[in-house]
Structure formats: structure tokens, C-alpha cells
């Protein structure tokens, strides 16, 4: 099993669905999730932490569940301007070397 | 607040020659890290410096040397490029107690 597992789509959604993403992980010691939005040719920025309790942000949701370890992201009232890739991220250990999924591209139609 | 530089955005080389990528950042950041991103292989570590003078092998080492020249610093020197290491090449960088990492917006090497 990879460290962090995407799926990498596409997914094709039309503006206003509801859609969701997850992410899957090996290390059962992680403590720490993050989600990172990559817009087409340039740099990750950081869009989500994700802790035990989760977390939302306006349309964003995050959830993490360690049983079966994987995190999610919901993304409700799609807009075109969410279009990019959404990279899941695992740090690992005290030296903090994060492990990046390979992401999933995520399309907003009219 | 600039944050993470990178330079140069873009640089084309032939096979066999150097070339060094520069990042600095101003957040007095401890660590940082440089990766590279490949079509459909996601963001790959090659290596890493915890804090100022020290570095260590990533994920993707083979074929890069780095420099922490001081704690804003750390250059990625590629020595004799090889058209496997055609890639986007990003650094980042990470405060103290910090989880989250900023990036810089990238170096784009394409090697003939």
C-alpha cells in the first residue's frame, strides 16, 4: 500500500454539485492532515488543515477517519473557480518530511 | 511580503551542464525543502534542511547537490543534467512548530 493514495480523476462536475474527494494512508501514527490546492502550473497552497474533530471553512469540509485512515474533502456549491488539483498531505515523525498524494484534478463546468 | 523566491522561473540546458536553482525566503523560516513535480508522480522530495547548516537526502536525491548557504538559503545544483531531470522544481519552506509549508512558484527546467 502507497504511503497516501488519491484518486486522480478527473472529476467532472457542473457548477453548484456537491462533490468529494479521498485521500488514503498508511502511517496509523500520523497525526496531522493537510489539504493543498495546485492551480495549473503553479505553486500548492495550503487550502486545509484537517484534525480529529475535522474542519470547515465556508463550502470546504474536511473530515479525518482514523479507523479506516483516510481524510475527505467536501466541497459544496461548486464554483468554476474551484477547478485545480487537490493534493492530500501526510507528514510523518518528528522530522517532519510531508508525504503528498499525487492529487485529484477537480473540473467545474457551466 | 514576498515570501518564498525562486529563480530563475525558467531555464532550457543541454545534457552535461550545471546549473544552480536559487530559493531564499524572508519568513525566518528553520526549514526547508526542495521538490520535483512530474506529470502524474506528484510532488517528490529531493532534499531537505531542517535548519541552518544541515541537509539531508529526500525521496529523489540522485543527481542534486544543495547548499543551506544561511537560513534564508538553500540552492539545488544539478552538475551534469540529464533529460530525466526535466521537470518543475519547487522549494518550500516551514516555520518552527509550524505544519504548513509555502511554496515557492516554481523553476521549470527543461534539459535537451
Known amino acids: 500500500r502507497k504511503e497516501v493514495e488519491q484518486d486522480p480523476g478527473p472529476f467532472n462536475v457542473p457548477e453548484g454539485a456537491t462533490v468529494a474527494f479521498n485521500c488514503t494512508y498508511s502511517?496509523?501514527?500520523?497525526?496531522?492532515f493537510f489539504w493543498y490546492r495546485q492551480d495549473c502550473r503553479k505553486e500548492p497552497k495550503l487550502l486545509m488543515s484537517?484534525?480529529?474533530s475535522g474542519n470547515e471553512d465556508g463550502r470546504f469540509t474536511a473530515q479525518l477517519n482514523r479507523a479506516s485512515q483516510y481524510i475527505s474533502l467536501l466541497i459544496r456549491d461548486s464554483k468554476l473557480s474551484d477547478s485545480a488539483t487537490y493534493l492530500c498531505?501526510?507528514?510523518?515523525?518528528?522530522?517532519?518530511?510531508?508525504?503528498f498524494g499525487r492529487g485529484t484534478s477537480l473540473i467545474v463546468h457551466p | 511580503n514576498a515570501g518564498v523566491t525562486q529563480t530563475p522561473k525558467f531555464q532550457v540546458l543541454k545534457t552535461g551542464q550545471s546549473m544552480t536553482l536559487q530559493c531564499a525566503q524572508d519568513?525566518?523560516?528553520?526549514?526547508m525543502y526542495w521538490y520535483r513535480q512530474d506529470p502524474g508522480m506528484g510532488l517528490r522530495l529531493i532534499y531537505y534542511?531542517?535548519?541552518?547548516?544541515?541537509?539531508d537526502k529526500g525521496e529523489v536525491p540522485n543527481g542534486y547537490n544543495v547548499s543551506r548557504l544561511n537560513k534564508r538559503e538553500f540552492s539545488l545544483r544539478l552538475e551534469s543534467a540529464a533529460p530525466s531531470q526535466t521537470s518543475v522544481y519547487f522549494c518550500?519552506?516551514?516555520?518552527?512548530?509550524?505544519?504548513?509549508?509555502?511554496f515557492g512558484a516554481g523553476t521549470r527546467l527543461s534539459v535537451l
Open positions: 519568513m525566518n523560516h528553520n526549514s
Open positions: 498531505v501526510v507528514p510523518s515523525g518528528g522530522s517532519y518530511i510531508p508525504t
Open positions: 484537517v484534525y480529529s
Open positions: 502511517n496509523s501514527a500520523s497525526q496531522s
Open positions: 518550500a519552506s516551514r516555520g518552527q512548530g509550524e505544519n504548513i509549508q509555502y
Open positions: 534542511s531542517a535548519s541552518e547548516g544541515t541537509t
